[in-house]
């Protein structure tokens, strides 16, 4: 099966933008939809990005997903950055099984 | 509205048995193309798929753990259960059941459930 690795953390001031990367090890990142999942400590995760780059209704439009194959990664965009964006962020995809990164906490300084 | 809840020990011992249940609410896994997962966390560690089952019956695993995993219809449509034998302290963490959306060629998770903690311990 293939492999998503992601950044173990990333920091960022607030207003500033932050992207954080996924790169799959196998497999042509363009062929599987990513997923994006925020997850604030003590709660479960939810959806921000889902198919790339569609946003679940109620997800600010400062959450943006994008995909480069050349690279073979997707990447999650946060802009305008808030204290509550301050949270792990994991990115996931599916073939045959459900695989997720291994998380990314951002730190909103 | 679409919820989950999970439901079981919150302390088994090495080498028992965990039986965990989720009860779904506002859809029904006996609903075509419904699918639900399980999934888990380790205290401070990443997120880890465990299984899933379709509205067919279909069932889908990690293959690390396949061994060990069941998961199963409950007595009611509303029912999932998951059951892991021989239960290490490694397999301490907060599980979580959740719906799958998507289709064949893409499966992703929404909404989770509020997750309950299990600890392995003698």
């Known amino acids: 099966n293939f492999m998503l690795t992601q950044p173990h953390s990333v920091s960022e001031s607030p207003g500033k933008t932050v992207t954080i990367s996924c790169t799959r090890s196998s497999g042509n990142i363009a062929s599987y939809y990513v997923q994006w999942y925020q997850q604030r400590p003590g709660s479960s995760p939810t959806t921000v990005i889902y198919e790339d780059n569609q946003r679940p209704s109620g997800v600010p439009d400062r959450f943006s997903g994008s995909i480069d194959s050349s690279s073979n990664s997707a990447s999650l965009t946060i802009s305008g950055l808030r204290a509550e964006d301050e949270a792990d962020y994991y990115c996931?995809?599916?073939?045959?099984?459900?695989?997720f990164g291994g998380g990314t906490k951002l730190t909103v300084l | 509205q679409v919820t989950l809840r999970e439901s079981g020990p919150a302390l088994v011992k090495p080498t028992q048995t965990l039986t965990l249940t989720c009860t779904l609410s506002g859809f029904s896994l006996g609903t075509s193309g419904m699918s639900v997962t399980w999934l888990r966390q380790p205290p401070g560690k990443a997120l880890e798929w465990l299984g899933l089952?379709?509205?067919?019956?279909?069932?889908y695993y990690n293959t690390s753990l396949k061994t060990r995993l069941t998961i199963s219809k409950g007595t009611s449509k509303n029912q999932v259960v998951l059951t892991m034998t021989n239960m290490d302290p490694v397999d301490t963490g907060t599980y979580y059941c959740?719906?799958?959306?998507?289709?064949?060629?893409?499966?992703?998770?929404?909404?989770w459930g509020q997750g309950t903690p299990v600890a392995v311990s003698s």
């Open positions: 996931q995809s599916y073939d045959s099984s459900v695989v």
């Open positions: 089952i379709d509205w067919d019956d279909d069932k």
């Open positions: 959740a719906r799958i959306r998507g289709g064949v060629n893409n499966r992703w998770i929404d909404p």
